[in-house]
């Protein structure tokens, strides 16, 4: 079955820098990779996501690169916020099943400092 | 908002107790999921309904115990709990069976056992 691996698990950045999760998976069938944003007391909010016939895509500040060969994809915060702290999620549904049966990274903690 | 609701936000429940967990999307989707999310741990995916139908149970013990009369409403019924089931409880929705479908989770509701 499908196995998702996602670093690091903590992550702390300056105001105004960038900001890189990577995440990893094991079945090469999956072909569709969402990212999910989870403040403290809230559920997961639903990002930005990839489909596997592209390489990249952004969303303002936003972007997510995917490698099919190397199976790993990742998020990219530019210019980063104190609001963007939060916990990031990378997930992948295995080939076969819908959208919602997800299997998720262990989730990277991000600090923004002012 | 992403269009699904959980009540309540918060429970505590005595080991003894019977309480409900409600979950009522207002997307017009026809899957609904339970995850589960303890600390330090990733999501865990429960029960996943399609058409009101179970089409998923990963292993979950019988003490929850979920109910869907239709494809807008999910419950997640909760008898003689153990204190390791204390957790932040996420239901999530979609709009069917295609991978591809985005998934979008409620606030959750968090559980204490005591």
């Known amino acids: 079955g499908e196995n998702v691996e996602q670093h690091p698990s903590t992550l702390s950045v300056q105001e105004g820098d960038s900001a890189v999760i990577k995440c990893t998976y094991s079945?090469?069938?999956?072909?569709?990779f969402p990212w999910y944003k989870q403040e403290l007391g809230k559920g997961p909010q639903l990002i930005i996501d990839?489909?596997?016939?592209?390489g990249e895509k952004k969303d303002q500040r936003i972007a997510v690169t995917l490698n099919k060969t190397a199976k790993h994809f990742s998020l990219h915060i530019t210019e980063t916020q104190p609001e963007d702290s939060a916990v990031y999620f990378c997930?992948?549904?295995?080939?076969?099943?819908?959208?919602?049966?997800?299997?998720f990274g262990q989730g990277t903690e991000l600090s923004v400092k002012p | 908002e992403t269009g699904v609701t959980q009540t309540p936000r918060h429970l505590v429940m005595g080991m003894t107790n019977k309480k409900s967990l409600k979950c009522e999307q207002h997307?017009?989707?026809?899957?609904m999921y339970w995850y589960k999310q303890s600390a330090k741990k990733p999501l865990e995916l429960m029960f996943v309904?399609?058409?009101?139908?179970?089409?998923e149970n990963n292993s979950v013990p019988s003490r929850f115990s979920p109910e869907c009369p239709n494809s807008s409403h999910l419950f997640l019924h909760l008898h003689t709990l153990q204190p390791e089931d204390s957790a932040l409880y996420l239901c999530?929705?979609?709009?069917?069976?295609?991978?591809?479908?985005?998934?979008?989770f409620g606030q959750g509701t968090r559980l204490t056992v005591v």
């Open positions: 990839i489909r596997s016939n592209v």
């Open positions: 309904y399609n058409f009101k139908e179970q089409t």
């Open positions: 997930a992948a549904p295995p080939y076969g099943n819908q959208g919602g049966k997800l299997i």
């Open positions: 079945d090469s069938a999956s072909n569709y």
């Open positions: 999530a929705s979609s709009q069917g069976a295609r991978q591809e479908t985005l998934a979008f």
């Open positions: 997307l017009g989707h026809n899957a």
